[in-house]
């Protein structure tokens, strides 16, 4: 390629993201722009499919068939939510062989939130209020990002996840509303879950690098800690309608600012999870790797078929 | 560690409803064609987001590239008068 062709695709690049248009597959991109992208979508896509392990754990032992058919469409959701981003990640030339194999390797992340486990069913009440929530929070930005295919994976996604939302708050609306001992579970289910929601965001603006670059390419459309004071001042009210405590003392509205100040998260704590030492980690990639090693006769026999077939 | 050779990787079309074209919704991969459907149904329309789905394997699209965008669009840009707007029709001359 001579320097002129490589100067004019550059330049061709950079008045796209101006113009806040979209970079599609085929569009020649940064090698840099490519690898963000790539770890940023591959890292949302294993997020999601890990995603269904604290709550799938509760499928047999659901409180009713209502609750047990809502549990499992969520949890299929999650699963499809995977699928559109693998499949967009896909798009800029990685394969999914590739992706899963780094999950399992410790290569790739995922989000630091589900190394912490479910232990009640107040938590799949929590986890959708409070984590689906944040997850709504980080994507609705998400759905202009500059590369087209993952900005459309995050519109389809962001459709489905206001029920996930929505089903969460009901049912911890429903246990307020019962003994004692329900509403209990569901304050205790609230102090262990708040603060890994609030580090969902990612590390302070300070402590994060990539963002400055990320966002002048369009790839993020927010900070770090502009989206979670979002998420604080969206939560609030919410607790307050639920007759909960979320368990900041910092937490108090400044009317010059016009936003709730709130204390900080542990960020010791996040950075051990992140590198695997949080309550969950191991497990949750064993059992994918479990589940990836154990369905490899049916991959296997799916092509052998095919190849029959054919 | 042996990576599996990949199942062939399909472009999922849906049409939302009767009268409506069919609309790429996204890719999956799948061993064959029936497959393809069946994934496709799971994925991509479990909201009654579709009557019928089309499932075409990605080789076999054929795509311009984005290098020839300006030869290969770049004549449609001269001809003006393929547009209502080039004819300037008195204003009282009706339905027109
Ligand atoms: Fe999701
Ligand atoms: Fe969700």
Redesign the pocket.
Known sequence: MTDTVQADRQADFERTIERHDRIEPRDWMPEKYRATVVRQVAQHAHSEII?MQPEGNWLTRAPSLRRKAILLA?VQ??AG?GLYLYSACETLGVTRGELTQKLIDGRQKYSSIFNYPALSYADVGTIGWLV?GA?ICNQVPLCRTSYGPYGRAMIRICK??SF?QRQGFELLMTMMSGTDEQRAMVQESVDRFWWPALMMFGPPDAESPNTAQSMAWGIKRDTNDDLRQKFVDMSVPQARALGVTLPDPDLAWNEERGHHDFGQPDWHEFAAVVAGSGPCNAQRIAHRKRAHDEGAWVREAATAFAAKEA | MTVQPEWPLYEIFVRGKRGLNHVHVGSLHAADDEMALRHARDVYTRRNEGVSIWAVRADLIVASSPDEKDPLFAPAGDKVYRHPTFYAIPDDVPHM
């Open positions: 995603g969520k959701d999650e939510h689906d997850a489905e996840e996930h």
